[in-house]
């Protein structure tokens, strides 16, 4: 019986952990560019919900991958999230991104 507890035990605290990790992306970029490390934290369902059913707009073609904390330009249109301040959203590539309104930075991409 102890055996079985103290594998349970290191069974919870092994899937613990890796759901933690899945909240930090690390995406490593192209040589010149610096690491760019963001904690992505738990995206409102309703934001989703909200982009994904607005009318398309116009795709702003962009050169390169669009990536979670890639910075857009100051000349992309960002559209506000009605209701949540911190979020906004545009079209780029043909791909719904969600982005902080404030610095262009992007959160999310939707597929």
Do not use: C, W
């Amino acid at each position: 019986m102890r055996k079985f507890t103290m594998a349970a035990t290191a069974a919870f605290f092994a899937l613990s952990a890796s759901a933690y990790a899945q909240s930090t992306v690390i995406i490593q970029q192209a040589p010149t560019d610096p690491v760019v490390t963001h904690s992505a934290g738990p995206l409102p369902g309703e934001v989703r919900t909200y982009v994904m059913e607005q009318e398309p707009v116009d795709s702003i073609p962009y050169e390169g991958d669009v990536l979670v904390g890639r910075v857009l330009p100051d000349t992309v249109e960002v559209r506000p999230v009605q209701g949540y301040d911190n979020y906004g959203y545009t079209i780029v590539n043909e791909r719904r991104v969600i982005v902080d309104p404030q610095t262009h930075t992007v959160i999310q991409v939707l597929e």
